[in-house]
């Protein structure tokens, strides 16, 4: 968190900076995120997907900070990123915001091939291989005390499409969304506004895996579709130190391979231990197999 000046810190951003100051700094830290990066970029993956909220309040210096990290985890043809709703903490131009981190937040040529992202940009499609990821932002500007998200109409009639043309390609379908997709996962103050509607259109077109961050826990909910189980994910925060019920920072490494029949993924979860000092994998689980 950079120093603040106080004209930066007019309206809901004061309460966020108290909020801050308060208790999340030591919650939320750097060390604990490095340790976790670190892991991260030792493992190799072939492709890193970040799930939003990079930054807390919305300071222009924020975002500059949370590119130099994106750029520390690779190029944006590696890593494909979109916000939370503290990206959209308060309404700033582009420029001054996420549009530092807009080659992370944009359609690759094969995706764009497939499925054309529209004039608001989201939601933007990467393929890579047998894999297509379907990038979503449910980032609205909130009143204070409030950290609730929206995809909206149009953005939810062009996620049937992209669902619709990848499964037509048989491709494995990667929604990434900040807030939980399901109903009654977030209360109202916190929740994603069109959760029931979402939950239709994931029924009613199918996908394999969503991915979503927002709760700063791991879940795990397997939702029917017209394909089959979609499993929708959600993970802890990556910079959360651990201190008594709060679950340690964590990211998941996901192993999808096309076979005789289907797929086969596994999960991988790799967390960071209670001494803070390293990563250790906490989870391995069978997700797909024929
Ligand atoms: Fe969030």
Known sequence: MPRARRRDLLGKRVLGYVNWHRGRKFV???DILDVL????????????????????????????????WLHHLGPPDKVTA??????AY??????RGTGHWRDYMEANAAGEALVGTPSTGFPFVRRYGDVAIVALSTAIPTMPFIAA?????????????ALEE??????????????????????????????KALKAVLQEHGAELVLHGHDHA?????????????????????SEAVAGRIPAARYNEYRIDKVAGGWRCDMIGRAVADAGTHVWECEHRVLFEP
């Open 28 to 30: 939320h830290r750097r």
């Open 37 to 68: 990066t670190n892991d991260l970029i030792e493992q190799a993956p072939d492709h890193i997907a970040i799930t939003g909220d990079l930054v807390n309040l919305g300071l222009p210096k924020e975002f500059v900070a949370a590119a130099a």
């Open 82 to 87: 979109i916000p939370g709703n503290h990206d």
């Open 90 to 95: 308060v309404r700033l131009h582009p420029d």
């Open 149 to 161: 998200g929206r995809l909206g109409t149009a953005q939810r009639a062009h996620l049937r499409l």
């Open 166 to 195: 990848l499964g037509r390609h048989r491709l494995f379908r990667v929604v990434l969304i900040h807030h939980p997709p399901l109903p009654g996962q977030a209360g109202w103050r916190r929740g994603l506004r069109d959760a």
């Open 218 to 238: 791991a879940s795990l909910h397997a939702l029917d579709t017209v394909t089959g189980p979609a499993m929708i994910i959600g993970v802890p925060s990556a």
